[in-house]
């Protein structure tokens, strides 16, 4: 088992920048790829980023690459999401998960595990 509480959104002008975390608790949460995902109204939850257990491996959906950045700190058990240039089409509810199946795992349906999600809202 593994569980996961997302923490750091907020309500921030266009250009500035937010760092998410995914807090994580269980004992096997390091063998996970971790990845974060974000859902608008009416609107699939679609993938945002990725990361292997070392941190060496990630993925980025086209959207963020070069303005976000996923990395990992497994002493702490937490995944962090650094997000830069943030644009008002950033907005949204950001959720992390656990998966077994990889950095490509694109698919809400390969993950096992979900935090409860943190809103992060950017105004023009």
């Known amino acids: 088992q593994v569980q996961l509480v997302e923490s750091g959104g907020g309500l921030v002008q266009a250009g500035a920048s937010l760092r998410l975390s995914c807090a994580a608790s269980?004992?096997?949460?390091?063998?996970?790829?971790i990845g974060w995902f974000r859902q608008t109204p009416g609107k699939e939850r679609e993938f945002v980023a990725a990361i292997n257990w070392y941190g060496a491996s990630t993925n980025y959906a086209d959207s963020v690459q070069g303005r976000f950045t996923i990395s990992r700190d497994n002493a702490k058990s937490t995944v962090y999401l650094q997000m830069d240039s943030l644009k008002p089409e950033d907005t949204a509810v950001y959720y992390c998960?656990?998966?077994?199946?990889?950095?490509?795992?694109?698919?809400?349906?390969?993950?096992?595990?979900w935090g409860q999600g943190t809103q992060v809202t950017v105004r023009e």
């Open positions: 998960g656990a998966t077994w199946a990889g950095v490509r795992a694109l698919d809400t349906h390969l993950y096992d595990y």
């Open positions: 269980g004992r096997t949460f390091s063998s996970y790829f």
